[in-house]
């Protein structure tokens, strides 16, 4: 059972990484209207497809921006959320969260994600010491542990456009 849970978190863990690169990169090309190349443009519009059929279904006409900062905003809450002894970071440190409801992570996770609150914990991955202290058992292994998802998300995003700027060159048609 730890072993398909040890696996369950590392799919979540690439996944999360993947999904926030392509979201970071339509937000990129939204906010400074970069052409993308036709694959990279085709990749972009898959990934857009999913979150606008889900917020078609609620009825709700949401801008590009918007739909990606939500996104992104729901991979920080659930980072979050998933976090080991999440009860002991400074935030919920001062609540007593054995009187919270039994799934009480699960409304955390929406009520973050909701208010782009967890686009703020994705900031604090560009400095860890915001919600790392010397009351956490092992402050260096979360620490190393954000940096290093930090850099693999700003390599592969650089990765992303400069592949794109040079595509005419490499997918000779």
Same mark, same amino acid.
Request: glycine share 4%.
């Given at each position: ?10 799919? !979540?863990? =690439?996944?999360?990484? #993947?999904?926030? /690169? ?12 970069? &052409? ?7 990749? $972009?519009?898959? !990934? ?16 590009? @921006? ?13 980072? !979050? /959320?998933? *976090?080991?002894?999440?009860? %002991?970071?400074?935030?919920?440190? %001062?609540?007593?969260?054995?009187? #919270?409801?039994? =799934? ?9 994600? @909701?208010?782009?609150?967890? %686009? &703020? ?7 860890? #010491?915001?919600? @790392? ?7 260096? *292994?979360?620490?190393? &542990? ?6 693999? $998300?700003? #390599? /592969? ?8 700027? !040079? ?7």
């Amino acid at each position: 059972m730890k072993n398909w849970k040890k696996n369950a978190d590392h799919i !979540y863990k =690439h996944l999360a990484i #993947f999904i926030s /690169v392509l979201s970071l990169a339509s937000l990129i090309q939204n906010i400074f209207d970069i &052409g993308l190349k036709s694959v990279f443009f085709e990749i $972009i519009s898959y !990934y857009r497809f999913i979150p606008v059929s889900i917020f078609q279904i609620m009825n709700l006409n949401v801008s590009k @921006i918007l739909m990606d900062l939500w996104v992104l905003s729901f991979i920080g809450a659930g980072a !979050y /959320v998933r *976090t080991p002894n999440i009860e %002991c970071s400074r935030f919920l440190r %001062c609540f007593n969260t054995k009187r #919270f409801i039994k =799934h009480w992570r699960s409304l955390y996770f929406l009520i973050l994600g @909701i208010s782009l609150v967890g %686009c &703020g914990i994705l900031l604090t991955m560009l400095s860890p #010491f915001s919600y @790392i202290d010397s009351m956490n058992d092992e402050p260096s *292994t979360l620490l190393k &542990g954000a940096v290093k998802n930090v850099i693999l $998300i700003i #390599f /592969v995003l650089l990765w992303f456009f400069a592949i794109n700027a !040079y595509a005419k060159f490499i997918f000779v048609s």
